[in-house]
């Protein structure tokens, strides 16, 4: 039975609102609420837009709580870490079920942040899956002193903890070779992709003016944004008639600011909450998902590809990790050479050229969508694995 099943989900992710990792989240916390399933939250050290926000609450019938917001290298720092513990363990303490099948999903596998109460999970009783979306070991951006720290420790606590896991999930094919090598081969190592809420609705007609080509998300060097920035440029010069909007958040975007503040086609909407977040996409006529070639590009599968071919809109997306394993060329998507400017630029001017065949591609996208990134099927997969273990 479901309902005595209770799962507590971990991870540094924004809670209730956020982006990639919120929403994967979500998405399961969906579909095993609809099953009567207990479920929980336990973020950890909220930053950006959720910081100073409320520190509990309960979100569409999952209680949530977030810890270590005040964690600071300063003369506080010993405190604030015996709080940290202090609040995460009594957490899963009280959220413990006696007699019920106790859960702690842990988004990002073991890191820092985590690894204490994944400790403290497994003496309560806890089953522990790990969610692993990234590989970590070929990160490509410059990382300051303590996140070079973290990248190590990170793979330090990968290679020495990895054996806590009860079940392991994956987001890719990557993964699942890497992780299939690293598990022992008694436990249960499920891929479950990317997922997204396809609308019935069919694409509508644009008001005339400029084209608006769209990227939505972080902005580290995997997402390949200065390439987007120099295709979209060539074909603004040449063509015309379209503008650039970008919106999402990250400690990279203050590193273009300048080049979009030169160029009034080139606009920077910022962090937007969900409805107008999903708005903001649904308008749009292009959408790109233009990362570089990087094996950190490759490992993982980027969320915004679901989200994007849920409108209904056309989308350009590098040929990175998984993209052909679900999409076709100039079928569903319009797929181009990772990090190719020229390729990326070619892509947007056959849009610009051709805009009903390409809202054919986005159409032909979005059934590919509902068929491959169903939020419910992939719960589905979740409750599956969680009942082997």
């Avoid at 609102?17 to 609420?33: C, E, P, V, W």
């Avoid at 590098?318 to 100039?330: E, K, P």
């Amino acid at each position: 039975m479901a309902n005595d099943i209770n799962v507590v989900f971990l991870g540094k992710f924004g809670y209730p609102s956020g982006m990639a990792s919120t929403k994967r989240i979500q998405h399961f916390l969906d579909y095993l609420n609809g099953l009567s399933t207990t479920t929980r939250v336990l973020q950890l050290r909220s930053t950006g837009e959720n910081a100073g926000t409320e520190q509990a609450g309960n979100y569409l019938g999952t209680e949530y709580r977030r810890i270590g917001a005040d964690l600071k290298l300063d003369r506080f720092l010993v405190s604030g870490l015996f709080r940290y513990l202090r609040d995460g363990v009594g957490a899963l303490k009280r959220w413990r079920i006696s007699g019920g099948r106790n859960v702690l999903y842990s988004y990002g596998g073991v890191t820092l942040e985590s690894v204490a109460f994944i400790l403290a999970a497994k003496r309560l009783g806890y089953l522990v899956i790990f969610d692993i979306v990234e590989d970590n070991t070929f990160i490509d951006d410059k990382l300051s002193l303590p996140g070079k720290i973290r990248w190590l420790a990170g793979e330090l606590l990968d290679r020495f903890f990895l054996g806590l896991a009860d079940g392991v999930v994956v987001i890719s094919n990557y993964l699942r070779a890497l992780y299939g090598k690293k598990v022992n081969a008694s436990v249960p190592l499920v891929l479950i992709p990317i997922s997204a809420r396809c609308g019935t609705k069919v694409r509508p007609d644009r008001e005339p003016g400029p084209t608006r080509i769209v990227y939505a998300g972080s902005f580290a060097k995997k997402d390949g944004i200065e390439q987007l920035l120099d295709a979209f440029e060539k074909v603004q010069q040449k063509k015309g008639n379209c503008t650039l909007m970008l919106c999402g958040t990250g400690a990279s975007v203050k590193l273009y600011q300048p080049r979009i503040a030169s160029n009034p086609a080139i606009q920077y909407i910022g962090y937007l909450d969900d409805s107008a977040f999903y708005r903001f996409l649904s308008g749009a006529d292009v959408l790109c998902v233009t990362r570089t070639g990087s094996t950190y590009a490759n490992a993982g599968f980027p969320f915004k590809l679901g989200e994007y071919l849920a409108t209904g809109n056309p989308v350009i997306v590098s040929d990175v990790g998984d993209v052909r394993r679900y999409l076709s060329h100039m079928e569903d998507a319009i797929i181009v050479e990772p990090g190719d400017v020229s390729a990326i630029a070619g892509a947007l001017e056959y849009c610009l050229d051709h805009p009903e065949t390409a809202a054919r591609i986005g159409q032909s996208g979005a059934d590919k969508c509902r068929r491959y990134f169903d939020p419910t099927a992939n719960g589905n997969l979740l409750m599956q694995l969680i009942r082997r273990l």
